[in-house]
Antibody, heavy 115, light 107 residues
Framework: EVQLVESGGGLVQPGRSMKLSCAASGFTFNNYDMAWVCQAPKKGLEWVATISYDGSSTYYRDSVKGRFTISRDNAKSTLYLQMDSLRSEDTATYYC????????WGQGASVTVSS | DIQMTQSPSSMSASLGDRVTITCQASQDIGNNLIWFQQKPGKSPRPMIYYATNLANGVPSRFSGSRSGSDYSLTISSLESEDMADYHCLQYKQYPLTFGSGTKLEIK
């Protein structure tokens, strides 16, 4: 069974950092590009970032460029999102998703940026 | 960036009704569009991929179609379990962009 399990969310002050992890199982992780998608409270979905299957290419939405870093450890079948210089508008549930047709999603990690 | 204009933002329909939700792409995306269903407190579930292909396990009352830059998700006969938010996503080019979502309620 394909599973994606996020961890690392919580409450963080503006300007601080937080790192999310997404542990994958049930499929060959290093065959797939992976993505992070977020959803602010009572809002729509927003794509955040994508990393290629081998980590050689990364893509970001403009609002997180220079602040967020997507990475992966294929030996550990784990996806990461390092979030620096966090802002209140980054408050959201962050999902990891298997790229292609986005056919597998984690349960989401809640990130609240507030003083 | 490609804008995905989704309509309606919300709608209410009766059991058995035929329901259609639409996304219009601001640029050519070919058939690179996915429809998601999202129930409260849950992760999105892909329903249709590549604009017209039914995802695994999705009931046959769901279908996707395309007319030019307009993409539609249709539920042929609404059931109570279909109450959810629906989102479209274009994956033709980065940045990937979602529609603003449609909240579907049952009358």
């Amino acid at each position: 069974e394909v599973q994606l399990v996020e961890s690392g969310g919580g409450l963080v002050q503006p300007g601080r950092s937080m790192k999310l992890s997404c542990a994958a199982s049930g499929f060959t992780f290093n065959n797939y590009d992976m993505a992070w998608v977020c959803q602010a409270p009572k809002k729509g979905l927003e794509w955040v970032a994508t990393i290629s299957y081998d980590g050689s290419s990364t893509y970001y939405r403009d609002s997180v460029k220079g602040r967020f870093t997507i990475s992966r450890d294929n030996a550990k079948s784990t996806l990461y999102l390092q979030m620096d210089s966090l802002r209140s508008e980054d408050t959201a549930t962050y999902y990891c998703a298997r790229h292609g047709v986005m056919d597998a999603w984690g349960q989401g990690a809640s990130v609240t940026v507030s003083s | 960036d490609i804008q995905m204009t989704q309509s309606p933002s919300s709608m209410s329909a009766s059991l058995g009704d035929r329901v259609t939700i639409t996304c219009q792409a601001s640029q050519d995306i070919g058939n690179n569009l996915i429809w998601f269903q999202q129930k409260p407190g849950k992760s999105p579930r892909p329903m249709i991929y590549y604009a017209t292909n039914l995802a695994n396990g999705v009931p046959s009352r769901f279908s996707g179609s395309r007319s030019g830059s307009d993409y539609s998700l249709t539920i042929s006969s609404l059931e109570s379990e279909d109450m959810a938010d629906y989102h479209c996503l274009q994956y033709k080019q980065y940045p990937l962009t979602f529609g603003s979502g449609t909240k579907l309620e049952i009358k």
